[in-house]
């Protein structure tokens, strides 16, 4: 793991001057911005993976580019099937424009697990897929449901629901 201490505004200096990336400010999630949701849910593993000790660097990293794609990289095929290979286009994109390391990667592949195929394999992964299960609740009962009032804590459920699944998967595999 890597000692030095990163500010989030640091980790985020490289994608946010990057012109491929910074093209998700123009897509629309949740009903905000890509670009919004990618860094609300960097922002919260930052803050989430910082608390439980875990590989920050390499978990907001991963967070910022987990949906590093734009519509039209799929065509036709929206929906269900944008949701499996969503991971996979962002990972190759990434890889495309970073250095991205087997935390990030894995972290990046499985972030919507177990709509994919590809399981979280460390804590970091597991973080990411998390936070980006409950900021998606919070988005969708914000600007989509109008129910802010039932979002915090509907997210903080799902959200301590897998940290828990996350420690009993990965507690004998690190
Ligand atoms: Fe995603
Ligand atoms: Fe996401």
Known sequence: MRKRYKKFDTIAKEFISN????????????????????MRVARNVYKLSKKLNLDYISATRAAIVHDFFV???????????????????????????????????????????????VLPKSKEAWCLTSVDKAVAIY??????????R?????????????????????INNR
């Open 139 to 148: 988005e969708y009962a914000t600007n989509k449901f109008s129910v802010k």
């Open 19 to 38: 012109e491929k990336f910074m093209r998700i400010q123009n897509e629309s999630h949740h009903g905000i911005t890509r670009y919004e949701h990618s």
């Open 71 to 117: 519509n039209e990289e799929f065509g036709t095929n929206r929906g269900l099937i944008q949701g499996v290979v969503h991971p996979d286009i962002a990972l190759a994109n990434a890889r495309g424009e970073f250095k991205i390391n087997d935390i990030e990667a894995n972290a990046i592949e499985a972030h919507m697990f177990p709509l994919s195929t």
């Open 150 to 170: 039932i979002a915090n804590p509907v997210s903080y459920a799902v959200c301590l629901m897998f940290v828990y699944i996350m420690n009993f998967l990965t």
